[in-house]
């Protein structure tokens, strides 16, 4: 079982980055897949999920409006959009696995910074 997230980086307030979560090694598409992401100092927090249908999706008060979580089940792919960056988005950003067992990535940075 593998999760690959991949898209991060540097960029500035008020910028745009699109990360993806690669799958394999299980049914992709039976699973709820979640996003988390984890600050320095801090403990995770939960970023939204997705249905494994992508027929529901919600997100944290402090992204929504902002970020959007979509997935390829045809390309075992899960995506976070993350739209007007702030500073107090960075962190570490983690794809979850949430189903019959549960599975993580090894997460990639996103600093947000002029």
């Known amino acids: 079982v593998q999760l690959v997230e991949s898209g991060g980086g540097l960029v500035q307030p008020g910028g745009s980055l699109r990360l993806s979560c690669a799958a394999s090694g299980f049914t992709f598409s039976s699973y709820t897949m979640r996003w988390y992401r984890q600050a320095p100092g801090k403990g995770h927090e939960l970023v939204g999920f997705i249905s494994s249908s992508s027929s529901t999706t919600d997100y944290a008060d402090s992204v929504k409006g902002r970020f959007t979580i979509s997935r390829d089940n045809a390309k075992n792919t899960l995506y976070l959009q993350m739209n007007s960056l702030r500073p107090e988005d960075t962190a570490v950003y983690y794809c979850?696995?949430?189903?019959?067992?549960?599975?993580w990535g090894q997460g990639t940075q996103v600093t947000v910074s002029s």
């Open positions: 979850n696995a949430w189903g019959p067992q549960n599975y």
